[in-house]
């Protein structure tokens, strides 16, 4: 058999990216990816792109797949997508970033909802398609691939590829089951998965770091182990795995992302600042907190600037409608 490399990238508030030197035929590699639950394309068109915006991917040379870790608590619905991240590929410059959404952000929901609401909400209203349509609406943004997983798949993955090293901090100890001293340690399934909800000692935006970070002690992780321990980790991990990206396309992303130093993923979170650019929050629908962001403009620029190098992006006129819409009903305070 010829030997060769594939990179799969299988992600969420944790992504499963294999790689390594991985001798198989095609037919192996189809065979192993079908056992993940594979959903129907979605165009451009039905995913609510701009039209200045529909050659963005084309221009930019930068891939962008939305990873939503799911909650469902038990429920029949399609569950809150309780971690929103995008996976940026930039091809041309070979480098991978991350992208944290804050859950609780206020946005509009087009579709089914065309009402404000938590932008994690977006998911249980109307599964993938609708998550993908609200972020492209409020951030002008070109999703239409996307990678999604139950929560409790999470300690199923790590506990199957050997635990993952994490730093703990003096202020997450009490939260996390079996821990009891801060620094660099060995954890369990059960215990990065309680590391990633964490919500008590500090905030969601210190939590999405953590997400991140285990993420990125995955990514670690993996690259130590040999072809065997891989190919048994994936068939362990891919029943719990839905997504919209056929095993073709997977494969060519795969031998794109090959080129890239996963040792190096830039990581950013929107609204940035750790909730500095937080205006107020509000109730609505019952909900709360929803958060209003200071600039709405200004957030979607920094998503620009974030994942594609543009410091110059001038919002959509949708974008800019919805702000307004926002600030007239909920109210704008003056810091």
């Given at each position: 058999m010829k030997r060769f490399k594939v990179l799969w990238i299988i992600l969420?508030?944790?992504?499963?990216?294999?790689g390594g030197g991985v001798g198989a035929a095609y037919y192996v590699v189809n065979s192993t990816l079908s056992k993940m639950d594979m959903t129907e394309k979605i165009d451009k068109t039905e995913a609510g792109i701009e039209k200045d915006l529909l050659e963005k991917e084309k221009r930019s040379q930068v891939i962008n797949i939305a990873i939503f870790g799911i909650d469902k608590n038990g429920d029949e619905t399609d569950g809150r997508s309780d971690a929103m991240k995008i996976l940026s590929l930039d091809t041309k410059?070979?480098?991978?970033?991350?992208?944290?959404?804050?859950?609780?952000?206020?946005?509009?929901?087009?579709?089914?909802?065309?009402?404000f609401e938590k932008?994690?909400?977006?998911?249980?209203?109307?599964?993938?398609?609708?998550?993908?349509?609200?972020?492209?609406?409020?951030?002008?943004?070109?999703?239409?691939?996307?990678?999604?997983?139950?929560?409790?798949?999470?300690?199923?993955?790590?506990d199957a590829m050997g635990g993952i090293e994490l730093e703990i901090y003096e202020n997450e100890v009490p939260?996390?089951?079996?821990?009891?001293?801060?620094?660099?340690?060995?954890?369990?399934?059960?215990?990065?998965?309680?590391?990633?909800?964490?919500?008590?000692?500090d905030n969601d935006y210190v939590r999405m770091d953590r997400q991140t970070a285990v993420m990125k002690a995955m990514f670690s992780k993996l690259s130590t182990l040999d072809y065997s321990q891989l190919l048994d980790l994936v068939n362990e991990?891919?029943?719990?795995?839905?997504?919209?990206?056929?095993?073709?396309?997977?494969?060519?992303?795969?031998m794109k992302a090959l080129k890239v130093d996963l040792g190096n993923i830039q990581s950013y979170q929107i609204p940035r600042g750790s909730g500095e650019t937080v205006n107020q929050s509000v109730?609505?629908?019952?909900?709360?907190?929803?958060?209003?962001?200071?600039?709405?403009?200004?957030?979607?620029?920094?998503?620009?600037?974030?994942?594609?190098?543009?410091?110059?992006?001038?919002?959509?006129?949708?974008?800019?409608?919805?702000e307004a819409t926002i600030y007239e009903k909920f109210g704008y305070i003056e810091k």
């Open positions: 969420g508030v944790v992504v499963l990216l294999v410059n070979n480098e991978a970033k991350i992208t944290s959404l804050q859950r609780d952000t206020l946005i509009y929901i087009p579709g089914v909802k065309q009402d932008l994690n909400h977006a998911y249980a209203y109307g599964g993938a398609k609708l998550a993908l349509q609200t972020i492209n609406y409020n951030f002008d943004l070109d999703l239409t691939r996307y990678v999604a997983f139950n929560f409790e798949a999470v300690e199923h993955v790590i939260f996390i089951a079996e821990v009891s001293h801060s620094g660099y340690q060995h954890l369990d399934g059960k215990q990065a998965l309680g590391y990633m909800r964490l919500r008590y000692s991990c891919l029943p719990y795995i839905e997504t919209n990206i056929s095993t073709n396309e997977i494969l060519s992303l795969g109730t609505y629908n019952g909900y709360s907190p929803l958060y209003i962001v200071d600039s709405y403009q200004q957030l979607v620029k920094d998503v620009h600037e974030d994942i594609y190098g543009d410091s110059n992006y001038e919002p959509s006129k949708r974008v800019k409608e919805m």
